[in-house]
């Protein structure tokens, strides 16, 4: 589904990415675990474009790198960036139809309006509120929802649990399963270790903007010396 390698990225003269390289099944689930500023962050900005990317990024089979990110949505990569960004002025349902794509029509794609309502009865019953009073766990919640009415096939997610409480985290954690279940590949960038690696079905570790680690879940656990340079603070 994904394919990158060698990819740097830079911010000015700061080389951020130093050559990643990682893939993405379809229906998998990959975690993408790291200290803060290691580059995770910039994984997903340069795979979606919002950074110059150098290096190859393949969708699907097509060469990617150097797209603009309206082109790269609309190849069927959503992007859920960490700073939730929702419409505050507008309501949930207005905001959960931004999501749909030029032309698409709500119920067309392997998501619909009510999949999500019917998921998360907050967003239900805010529905015709304006989404600058929900809660932050709602509006991660309505910006994972946003994206997924585009029907993508693969969504980057950046850190949706951060500032959540346990029972809207285990929502997340839930949401993430049945993307999976629908076939849809999912990149999570995620500081909860715990939740990564109960739902990823493979992870990658970054340290100094490389990859340093890949493997199952078990075998993360199973590499204290990993955890403990790379991951542990």
């Known amino acids: 589904m994904l394919d990158v390698r060698d990819l740097h990225a830079y911010y000015g003269k700061s080389h951020i ?3 990643v390289n990682l893939s993405i099944a379809e ?9 803060n500023g290691v580059g995770r962050s910039t994984t997903c900005k340069a795979v979606m474009g919002e950074v110059p990317p150098h290096g190859s990024v393949t969708f699907k089979g097509q060469e990617i790198a150097g797209k603009k990110a309206f082109e790269v949505a609309n190849l069927g990569i959503g992007y859920v960036p960490e700073n939730r960004d ?3 002025g507008l309501t949930t349902r207005q905001n959960l139809i931004l999501g749909l794509k030029p032309g698409q029509k709500d119920g067309a794609g392997r998501w619909s309006m009510q999949d999500m309502f019917e998921m998360f009865e907050n967003l239900d019953r805010r529905a015709d509120v304006e989404a600058s009073v ?4 709602e509006q991660q919640m309505l910006t994972m929802c ?3 009415m585009g029907d993508p096939d693969l969504v980057m997610i950046d850190e949706p649990t951060e500032g959540l409480s346990p029972q809207m985290v285990q929502r997340v954690a839930q949401l993430l399963q049945e993307i999976a279940r629908r076939g849809i590949a999912t990149l999570l960038v995620e500081q909860k270790l715990s939740i990564a690696l109960d739902i ?3 992870v990658y570790v970054m340290g100094h903007g490389q990859v340093v680690f890949e493997g199952t879940p078990a075998e993360l656990k199973a590499r204290e010396d990993v ?7």
């Open 27 to 35: 229906g998998e689930i990959v975690a993408l675990l790291g200290r």
């Open 227 to 233: 955890r403990k340079e790379w991951l542990e603070v």
């Open 146 to 148: 946003r994206t997924l």
């Open 200 to 202: 990823a079905h493979r």
């Open 86 to 88: 929702i419409f505050p």
């Open 134 to 137: 929900l809660s932050g766990g």
């Open 17 to 19: 990415l130093q050559g």
